[in-house]
Every structure is written in structure tokens, then in C-alpha cells.
């Protein structure tokens, strides 16, 4: 008999897994084995039901089964409009968190949602420049009504560029507008899929994945940026902060509020709220010590990054928070909220509180959260966890006692800040250290985790794979969290995991080798510091030309491809793995990894093990080195410190 894989690579989480086993506790684990085998079909990206005529299906063998559906689509414009389609979601997803973002912005430049106010004016100026805003004597509330209506008129416009694209290099900027696909609006192009892709309408795989490249670009330049650059404007662009990762920050004697999903506008009031002396106090009168809040998924980068309050756990571990039966609260907003938390949480005391007009979860108490009422919903949820842990006092808890420091908060400012220092703050350091070979290139790492590999597994092989071989890795999302648990989040982690050229940059300014840089929003922040190197200069003149590569090694999210799509139009080379959307459509499956080059510089590529993966996001950063004239320096030094390394060790 095979031998059954793990849940998690993290003890903590396979504990409480098991846990939840002893206990009959359903989690996604499980559900994940019941839905085995699934279908394969839908595996394939064959499988389509866009119109009544289906559902139709593909013989993936060539074989004796169809070959077109009843519409007479074939494989690759039904993989094709698939794929364009979780683009549209994805992309939507992201972007429609930045409208909510821009609106309590513009309310609070306003004076009409209490609580909220202007952090970063630096930021906004910065903004303001980007939209044309001008700045001059003004006062910095009208400059930001201004700034937030000309922001929010861009998820409606019809017509003209997204303004956000102009922050990329101008290279890039010409080869978006001469394929025709910088979006004109953020919101036009998702609707442009949605016809694009209903029956009868865009037959062409290629022409259809170029749409979704003009949605997944008004996604990440777009809706996702100015995501990021508001949240800094409102709460604080980050800055480098130490925190704890993992299960184990959970308190038994304390209230645990646990908030999860993703608009930080909602976290930031519970934060503030929970510090004041009325809650603790109302905290007390229930005999609890204190009140501790740890995050889940990206609201936990959200608040880590400007608070450096905990990160309770990713994606997977949002069930196994609750086995803890130490969470008084799980409060939900939008995103990756699984629908399975609240059969979870009938078995404990936990209040699962939903917050989100958009969001209804049944089975949840709601307190819908508005800019206009945020404090007192925010001192309402607080209240109802303090009520529930009257409930849980003296019963038994599981809290593991994994928690691991890290050091978060690095923000493409805070990168710029930390290489060049004060009074030069620049990226010179970092491509000169690129240029001489120290550091071989940059890898995003980031997404999700699935119950389809074991969790965190790809993430941490593939983090510390990249990092030995001198590549510096910046993440976000749940791949961040799965990194920090580890350990790679902290500066002494480069002496333990890192090659020496990398090991010798990081010490030296102080940084560990793996970067938080926050959310799944800010993947924006990743393109701003892609684009910040290609201008400081030495590498080429588009991003296309960088020793970079792009990861998401446990993606499941539809956000993700659009992520992906948004890394691969701004000409980077993106790896996925665990699964693969589109694998029965071969020429379009071509394109994807393949064709696609041509026109935008990036590509696809799916390669299920995460070391193989790293393997050849290497080998693209030694071929963008070995392009710009710079490979052999990085062979000369860095292999034969290694090599004299190993003879040393042999000794
Ligand atoms: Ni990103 Fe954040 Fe996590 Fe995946 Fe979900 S939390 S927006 S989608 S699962 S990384
Ligand atoms: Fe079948 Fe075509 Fe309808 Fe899709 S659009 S369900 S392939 S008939």
C-alpha cells in the first residue's frame, strides 16, 4: 500500500490535524480525500458548461471521444476561455478590494468615517503626482479628495490607460501598448472576458489569453496597487517590524481574536479597538488576562507588516485554528474564507463573526462593518469575544507551541531605505551586488497552499533551494507565512540557509534572505521594486531582462493566476506547481510556456516538484545573466567559495 502523504511539513499543524482526527472534526484535509478521485476532466481544463448545450468534455487521448464540444469549441479555446475566466475572477477579487479600500479613503479625506485618518502624507503626495493631482499650496485634505476620486474613476473608465502602468519601465510600457493591451479601465476588461467568453464569442486561445493579460495587468498595476498605495496612505507604509508566526501565538489565559481574510480597513479598527482600556477592562470582568489578536491568511501580512501583531497561520491552517478550541473569535471579512470553519466551530465556543455585506457565511452572527460605523462594530466583535471566553475558561485547550520570530515589513521603500541608507536611500547596492554575483538574481515566491501537496512542503524546499543558491526570495501571502514559520524570515537565518554571496549581502545590510513583503495585494509592491531595479541600471532597460523569476508552488486561488498572468504580461518568468489549469490543451498549454515570450518577455511553466522548479528558475536567472554579459562573474566567485566550502566541510 502507498504509504498516505503528511497533512503538513509544519508539526504544529500536523499535530492539531491529528487532532482534529481524534476528535471526528471534519477539516479541508479530509474533505480533500473524500472528493478523491477527482475529475479529470476538470483537471484537465476540458470540461466546459458556459452554455446549456452541456456540459461538454474533451477526450484528452485524441482517442475515440469528442473532440470538439456541441458549439464546436475545441480544447484549447475551452482551456483558453477557462483559464481567461479565472483571470476575471482572480483580478476582480483584487480589485474589487481596492475599490472598497479607495472609498473609505475618499470618506475619511472627507471627514465622514471617524477613526480613520491620513498616515503616509508623503505617499499621497507621491499619488498625486501620478494622477496629476496638483499639489502646490492645497491643503492635504482637498489633494486627498482629489487623489481618491480620480483613483476610484479608474475601475469605471472607459477609455485611455490605467495611469498605474506608468510606474513600469517605459520599455515595457511600449511593448503593453503596441500588442494593444494596457487596460483602458479596470473593471471594463473583466467584463470584456466575461463576453469574451461566453458562448459564441472569442474563438482564438491566443487572442483570448491577451485579454487576460489586459485584465490581469489592471489587476496588479492597477486595482492591486492602488490597493497598496492607499492602505499605506490611510494605516502606514511598513517599516521593519519583529513578530511571531504560527499556532502557538495563541494565549489560553487571554481572549484570542482571531482575524481573517483580507481588507485590512476592517483589521485596523479592531486593532486600535482592542488596545483601549475600555475593552481590556470588559476583558478582565470576564477573568481573562488579556486580549491577543493573531491573523489568518492576508489580513495576518496586513497587520503584521504595520503592526507586527502575530501571524496565527495561512490558509490551511484557518480549521486548525479552531481545533485549538483557544479561539473565543474568528472574525471573517472577504477571501479564502471556507465556508467549512463554521461546522469547525459548532464544535467549540467560538463566535465566527462575518462582517461583509458582500460575504454572507451562514451559521455566522453578523456584524456588518460600514466606514461610517466601524468603531462601534469594531468594540461590538471585541465585546462578543470577551463573552465567549467566559464560556471557554477552564476548558481544555490544544495550542501548539510552535512560534517562530520574524522580521516583516519590507516594503519597497523599506528595501530602498535599508540598501542606500538615509540620506541616498537607492537600489545601487542591491544591482551591484547583482552585477559582482553575489546575489545570482531575485525570485518572488508567493500564493497559496492546497491540500494537494503536503502542506508547506513546496514552499519551504523551494524557498531554501533558492536561497542556498544565492537567490534573494521576496514573498507574500501564505507562502510568507509558510517561510516565516520556518525560520527564514529572521537575519540569522542567511548564515544558516543562504549561499555566501547572498549570506555575506545579508549580513552586511542587516536583512534576512527572505523579504516580507506583505500581502497578495502587494505583489504591486514586488513589481514597484522590479521596476525600481531595472531604472537604477546595469541590468538591462525592462524587467524582461532581469535575473528574476516568479513563483506560486501551493497555488489554488483563481487570484493567483491572475497574479501569475500579471507577472508573466510584465515579462517574467513564472513558475506554478501542484496543479496545472490547462494541461489537456496542448497548443494552448504551448503557447502558455512557450509562444507567449515572444510577445511579452515572461512565460508560464508548470513544474510539480519544487526543487526541479527552483532548478529552472535558476537556470532562467543564469540565462538573464548570461544575456547581460554577467555570468562568469558570478561563476568565478561564488562556485569556488562554495566549492573550497565543501573541501573544507570534507575535512
Ligand atoms: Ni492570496 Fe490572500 Fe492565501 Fe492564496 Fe488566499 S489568503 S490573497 S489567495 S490562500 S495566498
Ligand atoms: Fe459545450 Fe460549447 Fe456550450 Fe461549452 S459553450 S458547454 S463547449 S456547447
Given at each position: 500500500m502507498v504509504e498516505k502523504k503528511k497533512a503538513s511539513v509544519d508539526t504544529a499543524s500536523q499535530a492539531l490535524f491529528e487532532e482534529a482526527v481524534n476528535q471526528g472534526i471534519r477539516t479541508a484535509f479530509q474533505r480533500y480525500e473524500q472528493q478523491q478521485p477527482q475529475c479529470g476532466y476538470g483537471t484537465l481544463g476540458l470540461c466546459c458548461r458556459h452554455c446549456a448545450m452541456g456540459p461538454c468534455n474533451i477526450d484528452p487521448f485524441g482517442k475515440n471521444g469528442p473532440d470538439r464540444g456541441v458549439c464546436g469549441a475545441d480544447a484549447d479555446t475551452i482551456a483558453a476561455r477557462h483559464f481567461d475566466r479565472m483571470i476575471a475572477a482572480g483580478a476582480a477579487a483584487h480589485s474589487d478590494h481596492g475599490r472598497g479600500v479607495v472609498e473609505v479613503f475618499l470618506a475619511a479625506a472627507k471627514g465622514e468615517a471617524e477613526g480613520y485618518e491620513i498616515k503616509d502624507e508623503q505617499k499621497l503626495l507621491q499619488l498625486a503626482l501620478d494622477f496629476d493631482v496638483e499639489i502646490g499650496e492645497r491643503d492635504i485634505k482637498d489633494i486627498a479628495i482629489e487623489v481618491g476620486e480620480k483613483a476610484l474613476a479608474q475601475w469605471g473608465q472607459q477609455e485611455g490607460e490605467v495611469v498605474m502602468l506608468k510606474r513600469a519601465p517605459l520599455k515595457r510600457q511600449k511593448i503593453w501598448r503596441d500588442l494593444g493591451i494596457w487596460p483602458r479601465g479596470v473593471d471594463r476588461e473583466i467584463v470584456e472576458i466575461m463576453h469574451r467568453t461566453h458562448i459564441g464569442v472569442d474563438e482564438d486561445p491566443v487572442n483570448l489569453i491577451m485579454q487576460g493579460a489586459r485584465a490581469a495587468l489592471g489587476d496588479g498595476w492597477g486595482g492591486s496597487m492602488i490597493a497598496t498605495e492607499i492602505q499605506d496612505i490611510l494605516f502606514g507604509t511598513p517599516v521593519p517590524v519583529l513578530a511571531q508566526a504560527n499556532l502557538g501565538v495563541l494565549k489560553e489565559k487571554e481572549v484570542n481574536v482571531v482575524i481573517h481574510g483580507h481588507e485590512p480597513v476592517l483589521s485596523e479598527m479592531i486593532v486600535a479597538v482592542a488596545g483601549s482600556k475600555e475593552m481590556l477592562d470588559y476583558a478582565k470582568s470576564k477573568g481573562a488576562e488579556g486580549i491577543n489578536l493573531g491573523g489568518i491568511c492576508c489580513t495576518a501580512n496586513e497587520i503584521l507588516m504595520r503592526h507586527g501583531l502575530p501571524i496565527a497561520g495561512d490558509f490551511l491552517q484557518q480549521e486548525l485554528a479552531l481545533v485549538t478550541g483557544a479561539v473565543d473569535a474568528m472574525v471573517v471579512d472577504l477571501q479564502c474564507i471556507m465556508p467549512g470553519l463554521t461546522e469547525v466551530a459548532q464544535c467549540f465556543d467560538t463566535e465566527l463573526i462575518s462582517t461583509e455585506k458582500r460575504a454572507n457565511i451562514r451559521g455566522t452572527t453578523r456584524i456588518l462593518f460600514e466606514e461610517d460605523n466601524a468603531m462601534e462594530s469594531a468594540k461590538a466583535i471585541v465585546k462578543k469575544a470577551c463573552d465567549a471566553f467566559e464560556k471557554r475558561k477552564g476548558k481544555k485547550v490544544h495550542i501548539p507551541n510552535e512560534k517562530t520570530d520574524l522580521v516583516a515589513g519590507f516594503s519597497h521603500e523599506t528595501i530602498d531605505y535599508l540598501l542606500g541608507g538615509v540620506f541616498r536611500s537607492s537600489y545601487r547596492p542591491l544591482n551591484d551586488n547583482i552585477i559582482n554575483g553575489r546575489i545570482r538574481g531575485i525570485a518572488g515566491v508567493v500564493g497559496c497552499c492546497t491540500p494537494k501537496v503536503t502542506h508547506n512542503d513546496y514552499h519551504v524546499a523551494m524557498v531554501k533551494h533558492l536561497i542556498k543558491n544565492n537567490v534573494i526570495v521576496l514573498q507574500t501571502g501564505c507562502s510568507a507565512v509558510a517561510c516565516a514559520k520556518e525560520g527564514l524570515m529572521l537575519p540569522e537565518s542567511a548564515a544558516e540557509f543562504a549561499g555566501d554571496g547572498l549570506a555575506e549581502v545579508c549580513e552586511t545590510v542587516g536583512i534576512p534572505p527572505v523579504l516580507h513583503m506583505g500581502?497578495?495585494?502587494?505583489?504591486s509592491r514586488i513589481l514597484m521594486a522590479a521596476a525600481a531595479v531595472v531604472k537604477e541600471g546595469g541590468l538591462g532597460d525592462d524587467i524582461s531582462d532581469l535575473p528574476v523569476a516568479g513563483a506560486a508552488p501551493e497555488w489554488m486561488s483563481e487570484k493567483a493566476i491572475s497574479i501569475g498572468h500579471y507577472f508573466v504580461a510584465s515579462g517574467v518568468y513564472t513558475v506554478f506547481s501542484a496543479t496545472w489549469p490547462t494541461m489537456g490543451a496542448r497548443k494552448l498549454t504551448d503557447f502558455l510556456f512557450n509562444g507567449i515570450e515572444e510577445k511579452l518577455g515572461g512565460k508560464w511553466d508548470y513544474v510539480n516538484d519544487p526543487i526541479e522548479a527552483a532548478d529552472k528558475m535558476i537556470a532562467h536567472i543564469d540565462e538573464k545573466r548570461a544575456a547581460l554579459g554577467i555570468l562568469e562573474k558570478k561563476k568565478e566567485r561564488v562556485l569556488m567559495d562554495m566549492a573550497m566550502r565543501r573541501e573544507l566541510d570534507a575535512g
Open positions: 500581502s497578495c495585494v502587494d505583489n
